[in-house]
């Protein structure tokens, strides 16, 4: 198998996205954003979890753009994160102008400078409603236009992208993994609020298949 930049989180998403590449048989390498996000301690879960996997990990600082970026919840300081379901008129605050389009094409830069053959991200189908660079037509086009846009051939793919969260996790499971690393929550607290759009999903999901979350909850 191949040489692949995998965009890491250090969500549950990307955390069973890294793992698939991994068990698959690819060279991963890790790459990780400090985009001003507030819940940055996803970003020492990623570190934490390429550490004990012995993988390459490049963590990269562009919260210079954060200023552009400040009518999103995730990154602004004067507008809350919004509780309730991912099908909320209130969670569309949680949407970052163009993130996953700026994401990937960093992704794909850093894929043609160490010769790797793709950028793997952890799309899914639930986020299709409220996160329009998510959707499988942006896929498809990031696609197209990562052909284009270098003589070296990189694919931009979502391998969850027709799955829901359930599917993820229900994937992870019976991989084995241990999603203890993972941080999902929003808000930037010591612990996860659990009741952030991204919290009641994750936790919808670990109901579902019938586990504990192995995450600490302030509720």
Partial sequence: MGKIVVIYSGGMDSFTVLNKAIQQGHEVFALS???GQKHSKELVCAKTVCDKLNIVHKVSDITAISDLLQSSSLVSS????PDGHYEAENMKSTVV????MILISLAIGYAVDIGAEA????AHSGDHTIYPDCRPEFVEKMNE???LANFEVVDVYAPYLYKSKIEILEDGVEMG???GDTWTCYKGLEKACGSCGSCV???EAFAVVG????VAYSE
């Fill in 145 to 147: 236009v990562s052909r």
């Fill in 78 to 81: 004067d507008i809350e994160v």
């Fill in 177 to 179: 993994l241990d999603y």
């Fill in 33 to 35: 954003f400090n985009y």
């Fill in 119 to 122: 950028v793997w991200y952890g």
């Fill in 97 to 100: 102008p163009n993130r996953n």
């Fill in 211 to 214: 586990q504990k979350d192995p």
């Fill in 201 to 203: 999903e994750r936790l």
